[in-house]
C-alpha cells in the first residue's frame, strides 16, 4: 500500500466514504492514475490556484503531474500556458496537450527572465512538479507581483532562497498544497467527463503494461521514455 491509494493486488478493501464512482464505459486503467498524480497537478492549476481564463501560468516538470497541470490550465482555457522541462519529446506533447510556450531549461540560461519575456509581467501562477531547488527558485522569480507559486512534490529543498527579494517585496505567495486540494468523489467524476469531451486527453499521457513487465515499465519511466506507467495485473 503507497499513500493509502493503492497497491498490488486485484482487490482491495476500501470505506465507502473513499470510493468514488465513475461511468461504467470508462477503462479503468485510465482512471487509475486520477486519483493521485493527475488530480494533483490539475487541482493544482485548478482548486488551489483558481486559475480562469485571463491567467498565465509556467508549470515546472513534464512529467504525469506536470502534464496534468498543464490539461487543468487548458480545460480552464487559461490566457497562456508556459511548460518548462529538459526533455524535448515531452516539452512538444506539453504543446499538443495544451501548453502555448515551452522552455528546456537545458537551453534557456535565464528561466524567469524567459518566462517574464513571455507574460509581459510574470505568471499569475506557478506549479513546480519537480523537487529540484533551481527550478522551484525559478518558478518563483517568473511570477509577479501578488503571484503564487504551488510546490507540488514530495520532495526537494530550496537553496539560496532570499525572502525578502523574492517573496516579501514582490508580495508573492507561496502555498503548500496537497492532491490538487480535491474532492475526489467530485473531482474524478469531472475529470472523467472532460476526457470524454476531449478536453482532458489523459490517455495521451499512459503507457500500459503487463504487471510481468514491472521491471520495463521501471526502466522506461528512468529512462524518461514515457510519461506515465500504468500496470494492468490480469
Not at 88 to 95: D, F, I, M, Q, Y
Request: some cysteine; proline content about 3%; overall charge negative.
Amino acid at each position: 500500500m503507497f499513500f493509502g491509494q493503492s497497491s498490488f493486488a486485484t482487490h482491495s478493501v476500501a470505506a465507502a466514504a473513499s470510493v468514488a464512482k465513475v461511468d461504467d464505459d470508462i477503462d479503468l486503467g485510465l482512471v487509475a492514475p486520477l486519483g493521485c498524480g493527475v488530480q494533483t497537478g490539475a487541482g493544482a492549476v485548478i482548486n488551489a490556484g483558481q486559475a480562469d481564463p485571463s491567467s498565465q501560468v509556467a508549470v515546472f516538470g513534464c512529467g504525469a503531474v506536470g502534464m496534468s497541470a498543464i490539461m487543468g490550465a487548458a480545460v480552464v482555457g487559461c490566457k497562456t500556458i508556459i511548460a518548462v522541462g529538459g526533455n524535448p519529446r515531452s516539452l512538444e506533447l506539453a504543446r499538443e496537450l495544451g501548453a502555448t510556450h515551452a522552455i528546456n531549461r537545458r537551453e534557456v540560461e535565464d528561466i524567469a527572465g524567459e518566462i517574464r519575456h513571455i507574460t509581459g509581467r510574470g505568471a499569475d501562477i506557478s506549479v513546480d512538479t519537480s523537487g529540484n531547488g533551481n527550478m522551484m527558485l525559478n518558478a518563483i522569480r517568473g511570477l509577479k507581483f501578488h503571484g503564487t507559486f504551488l510546490p507540488v512534490a514530495a520532495a526537494g529543498s530550496l537553496e539560496h532562497f532570499e525572502v525578502g527579494a523574492d517573496i516579501m517585496m514582490p508580495m508573492r505567495t507561496m502555498r503548500g498544497t496537497c492532491e490538487g486540494e480535491s474532492n475526489p468523489k467530485q473531482f474524478i467524476p469531472q475529470m472523467v467527463k472532460w476526457y470524454k469531451e476531449g478536453r482532458f486527453p489523459i490517455d495521451r499521457i499512459l503507457s500500459f503494461y503487463d504487471f510481468k513487465d514491472i521491471d520495463q515499465a521501471l526502466r522506461d519511466s528512468h529512462d524518461g521514455k514515457i510519461i506515465k506507467a500504468v500496470l494492468r495485473i490480469s
